[in-house]
């Protein structure tokens, strides 16, 4: 892991947006080191999706700023931070239904570039086991395999950091043990920004956490010092 | 080339092939209608790559047609130009215009897209009326025939007009192909399909969409600045509301998303006009009644409906 001292992967000042009374997101200072497993988690409202939006650019902030290493990138649109590195896998899968998985897979990997596009679109879907379903329309595929493909397309755009919303919700046990395998298996190529529901999932894969309620930081730390920290168990765990 | 894409082109050749041959078992009448088809099919496979594919719905591409049309013809008609360089300037008018058009329109999207780009259309037709000593207004002017040859052939005349008009549109139709098989093609689909989505795999929608309009634009300005040339008239008719619908019409026809459905499509409403007025004074009714069965029984288009049901490899 990245010593604390390098510069940040991501690095938020501040970072705020509010919807009219709602602050969403309230001011959040957060650094995100390059090569982690960082978890971010928090009650249901708490500005988890919020924050990651205006990480991936979905949402530009009222105040405050964002740094991609030392580049600010608080004002960049969404398909720019793509191109720089930054991938966004949605909450609510949003695959291309009515393309076929190569197609959607290709979109994925021919931003980067045309060159060997065949071989580059089935080596990601090889990567989530998907290999052999090249031709089917995506919106055929079972719940668990287009949350595999949502996890293809963000891994085809090769990013310095994938942000996974929720990337466990409704899968099986057996699916949720491959995807922890996956997930290790980028580190420390690709740093992986994860929000989880799933507390053995983050607290076996994560290498840091940060909790956020109310859109505030309420506390980061490894999964033994969250564990052990008492506000946080009253805000959420024990809960 | 993999098995599949042999295939296709093989289909689309096939169709030239046979229109080709066309010009010796039609009669000269309806030899210089398939003419007169195959370069509204031109017009109509522009607007199917915005809207068919990118799912742009344009109610103003009649302004891109008017574009090519006045753009080929007013230099033919007041600097003598020939077919070839009065064929170029309506192919660049047409996408000139409609790259403005996207600088503008493409701000919106959706219902405001297509009131927008109605607004403009109609003030390219008032603009057009508004000039009328130079453009003709709406009873338009005859384009002289020293501009109606290229390479020595006279385009007025029925075999080299046909062949003009193929060749026009056998080119539009490989482009079409080629374009809809490429990264770009499943790009403009993407923008269709899922702006977000596409947004947040790295591209511009603004930027596609652009392009796309502006690739229809000069499919459109082709169409105009042909019908100028080889049936030698301009005039602003063709930029009223109707040739703003009629692509459209003979898209859903012949089955948007399809490359050969645009070309279906003008072909069928033809002939359906064709015959509806043999019968009837109201033949817009029975043109009417057709699209109302279509949309009710095969809202994707003919072809559209034989890809989903047969034919999946279709483009």
């Known amino acids: ?33 390059a090569g982690e497993i960082h978890a971010l988690i928090g009650p249901n409202g708490a500005g988890k999706t919020t924050f990651v939006s205006l990480l991936s650019g979905r949402r530009l902030p009222q105040a405050g ?15 720019e931070r793509v191109r720089k590195g930054i991938a966004y896998t949605f909450q609510i899968t949003s695959v291309f239904p009515r393309l076929t998985v190569f197609d959607n897979v290709a979109l994925a990997v021919q931003s980067l570039g045309p060159r060997d596009l065949a ?15 090249e031709a089917q329309e995506a919106q055929t595929l079972s719940y668990g395999h287009q949350r595999l493909l949502e996890l293809a397309m963000g891994l085809a ?21 491959d995807f922890k395998t996956l997930v ?14 799933n507390m053995d999932v983050v607290m076996d894969l994560a290498t840091r956490i940060t909790v956020l309620t109310f859109g505030r930081v309420l506390a980061t730390g490894t999964p033994a010092e969250i564990r052990a920290n008492a506000s946080v168990q009253e805000a959420y765990l024990g809960a | 080339m993999t098995g599949a894409g042999l295939k296709i082109w093989t289909l689309h050749l096939a169709l030239i092939a046979v229109l080709f041959s066309a010009q010796y078992w039609l009669s000269p009448y309806h030899a210089t209608n398939l003419a007169r088809i195959m370069v509204l099919a031109v017009f109509a496979m522009g607007y199917n790559l915005a809207f068919g594919y990118t799912g742009l719905l344009s109610l103003g591409h009649a302004l891109l047609l008017a574009a090519g049309m006045y753009a080929a013809g007013l230099p033919a008609q007041l600097w003598g130009w020939s077919a070839g360089p ?69 385009l007025s005349t029925d075999a080299p007009r046909f062949l003009a008009a193929l060749t026009i549109f056998a080119v539009g139709l490989g482009v079409s192909l080629a374009l809809v098989r490429s990264p770009f093609g499943r790009t403009m689909v993407a923008i269709r399909e899922n702006e977000e989505r596409s947004r947040m795999l790295g591209y511009n929608p603004f930027t596609v969409k652009l392009a796309a309009l502006t ?79 279509l949309i009710l029984f095969a809202p994707k288009g003919i072809l559209g409906t034989v890809r989903e049901r047969w034919l999946r490899w279709l483009p």
Do not use: C
Request: no cysteine.
């Open chain 2, 86 to 154: 009065a064929m170029i300037a309506g192919i660049a008018g047409g996408g000139l215009i409609a790259a403005v058009l996207g600088l503008l329109a493409l701000r919106t999207a959706g219902v405001s897209f297509m009131i927008v780009t109605l607004m403009f259309a109609q003030a390219g037709y008032l603009t057009l009326l508004y000039f009328a000593p130079v453009t003709g207004g709406d009873d338009g002017f005859a384009v002289a025939a020293t501009s109606r040859t290229l390479l020595g052939f006279d």
């Open chain 1, 157 to 177: 755009l090769n990013p310095r950091l994938l942000i996974l919303d929720e990337p466990t919700q409704g899968l099986a046990a057996s699916e949720i043990d």
């Open chain 1, 65 to 79: 700023t964002i740094a991609l290493g030392k580049e600010d990138i608080t004002r960049l649109p969404a398909h």
């Open chain 2, 215 to 293: 690739i229809s634009g000069l499919y459109a300005g082709a169409a105009g600045a042909a019908y100028a040339i080889l049936f030698g008239y301009v005039g602003a008719s063709f930029a009223t509301i109707q040739y703003s619908i009629l692509p459209m019409l003979y898209v859903l026809m012949g089955g948007a998303g399809t490359t050969l459905g645009p070309f279906l499509g003008a072909l069928v409403m033809f002939v359906l006009i064709e015959a509806a007025t043999g019968i009837t004074t109201a033949h817009q009714f029975i043109v009417g009644a057709a699209l109302v069965a």
């Open chain 1, 119 to 133: 071989a580059r679109t089935r080596a990601a879907l090889a990567r989530v086991g998907l290999e052999g379903l």
């Open chain 1, 184 to 197: 290790r298996s980028l580190v420390p190529a690709t740093t992986v920004l994860l929000i989880e529901h």
């Open chain 1, 1 to 33: 892991m990245a010593s604390l001292t390098e510069t940040p992967l991501i690095e938020t000042n501040g970072l705020t947006l509010h919807f009219g009374g709602l602050k969403a997101v309230d001011g959040v200072d957060f650094r995100l080191h």
